[in-house]
């Protein structure tokens, strides 16, 4: 058995690629930028929620209202009234009796709304309600 030794071996000096690099830096670019457009929690109608200093965190409501500074009642990001409002509550309530409808009202909305919704679910049969607050300034 015979080695060769004269041959000479090559070394490659190590070389970091370029294009795929370049296209998985695209791809993670375009993924972010769409998926983060998805994450979005609040229901896009603006309000400014009262603050408050014992506010907790909530599990995700079953039914979440809204009421905006002019008293318009948005039920789950949708503009509603009082009635829908009844009729949601008494299909939740069919559902789960122990469900819970979450208030966000702005902050220099009428306390007269507020009531208003609260009723029109008890009409309904949820009785369980929470409100929207937001941490105080510091």
């Given amino acids: 058995m015979r080695f060769e030794t004269s041959r000479r071996i090559r070394y490659r000096q190590p070389r970091v690629e370029m294009l795929p690099m370049i296209d998985v830096i695209m791809f993670l670019l375009v993924f972010f930028m769409l998926f983060t457009t998805f994450r979005t929690v609040e229901s896009g ?5 009262p603050r408050a200093a014992t506010g907790e965190q909530q599990p995700p409501a079953h039914l979440e209202v809204t009421i905006t500074q002019s008293g318009a009642i948005y039920l789950d990001g949708r503009l509603s009234n009082l009635t829908a409002i009844r009729q949601a509550a008494e299909r939740l309530a069919r559902e789960n009796p122990q469900a819970t409808l979450i208030i966000r009202g702005d902050s220099r909305a009428y306390w007269e709304h507020a009531v208003g919704v609260m009723d029109a679910a008890r ?16």
Avoid: K, N, W
Wanted: glycine fraction near 14%.
């Fill in 123 to 138: 009409q309904g049969g949820v009785s369980r309600f929470a409100f929207g607050t937001q941490p105080p300034e510091s």
């Fill in 45 to 49: 109608i603006e309000v400014d929620l």
